[in-house]
């Protein structure tokens, strides 16, 4: 999107977040697997260019700036947080050079670019100094109401048809603790995002003043201010309410997580992912799962995981930033992160790959087994209570139950090189750096700690005795000294 200097977007995140009683800024609470902020930000890049979002921040400023430096919006000091309409009042500089301004809540993260749009056009059509995107929730306790302006209260109405009922215009918003006994009964809230046209907000920006019930400098009190001064105030309804909850609580945190990620498992289903008990699995909003992949209850697919066709992810299954190609099975309980497992791989029960690894085509991961940093090639297996650590195996290579890779001496982590079709036998421990080449072969319970050339057959373990009639003769001895 280009640079427009008809509209640059304002977004107020330099609160605390008191009420979640959290040493973390409340924009950097995540949804969905995603800080507030970054949803925020996403949906305002959709509407004008990065470089023309201003980020008012100030609690932790320099932690809340850190985490969404990538994204390339600039960012306003707030240093003392006076109000949201001092937030603004801080953001006066950056604004000035442009026609418009929409302003959004770093603690609204649902919202829709397409309801951005529509507050814009409708803002644009209305010709309005201010115009207030508006809901009707279920419950509307601790929001600020609308007050709607009766049809025939103001000289601008002229252009309306008299006794209107669905006038657009407003006459206040009013916070809920300064809400008359008449006014509690209002369905209508204030979501906290709002269009100005920037001439007649800054022309007044300096009257908002702490003079209120909330005993701080509120943008809400510039719908009165404007509307006194004989200027424009309107609103617009969203369409759905659950748009444009806010989350100051860690319980409403907690309500618009769950209503991310239901609408993330109904995209996936209708993309052709068969999701069982939808409401059981935690799928961020950017996973990604081809058709005909089944995922069974209590699945958690998180981050920016990818998943192809026709797998299946069994129950209690943990995904985090992977990758997985078509046909994978992945059984009960296995936890991923960080890894990629290619076409028809099958993991698990009870499997644990952790970054960095690579897991082959066709190879196979069992129950109890630990990976790191260890790529399997093309249908090697390792199915049984093994930990791979910094390690290469060859294509068709065969790892047996119990075996060791010691890859680390205290100090230092070293590598172990399995070539190709090479069998490792049980309970063998390989202490790396070491390699065993191409088709060698490991004799059961072995420790080693020397290279294996290729096609040798390593043995090293302590040499088996079997003394003949042992038992009968120590029995004897004990019966002897009786
Ligand atoms: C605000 C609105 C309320 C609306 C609700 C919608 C005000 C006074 N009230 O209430 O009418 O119904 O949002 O969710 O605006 N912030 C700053 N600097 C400050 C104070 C706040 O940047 O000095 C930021 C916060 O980080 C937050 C946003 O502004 O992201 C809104 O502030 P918050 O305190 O959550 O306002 P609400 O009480 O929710
Ligand atoms: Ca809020």
Known sequence: MESNAKLAVVIMAAGKGTRLKSSRPKVLHEIGGKPLLDCVIAAASKVVAPADIYVVVGHQAERVKAAVAATGVQFVEQAEQLGTGHAIQCAREAIAGYENILVLSGDVPLIRPETIERLWQFHEAQQAAMTILTATPADPTGYGRIVRAAPDSHPSDEDLSPGTPDSPEVEAIVEQKALTSAQQSIGEINSGIYVFRTAPLLAHLGQLTADNANREVILTDMAALLRSARQRVVAIGAADAAEVLGANTIAELV?????????????????????????????????EVAPDTVIEPFVQLLGRTRIGADCLIRSYTVIENCA???????????????????????????????????????????????????????????????????????????????????????????????????????DSTLVAPVAIEDGAYIGAGSCITKDVPAGAMAVARARQISKEGWVAAKRARQDAQK
């Open 255 to 287: 309500a618009l997580d769950a209503t991310l990620h239901a609408a993330t498992a109904d995209r996936l289903m209708a993309a052709g992912v068969t999701i069982f008990r939808p409401d059981t699995c935690v799928i961020d909003a950017e996973v």
């Open 324 to 426: 997985l190609g078509d046909n994978v099975l992945v059984r009960q309980s296995s936890v991923l992160a960080e890894s990629t497992v290619a076409d028809g791989a099958k993991i698990g029960p009870f499997a644990h790959l952790r970054p960095g690894s690579e897991i082959g085509e066709c190879a196979h991961v069992g129950n109890f087994v630990e990976t790191k940093k260890a790529k399997l090639g093309k249908g090697a297996k390792a199915n049984h209570l093994t930990y791979l650590g910094d390690t290469e195996v060859g294509e068709g290579s065969n790892i047996g139950a119990g075996v060791i890779t010691c890859n680390y001496d205290g100090v230092h982590k070293h590598v172990t090189r399995i070539g190709k079709d090479v069998f490792v036998g049980s």
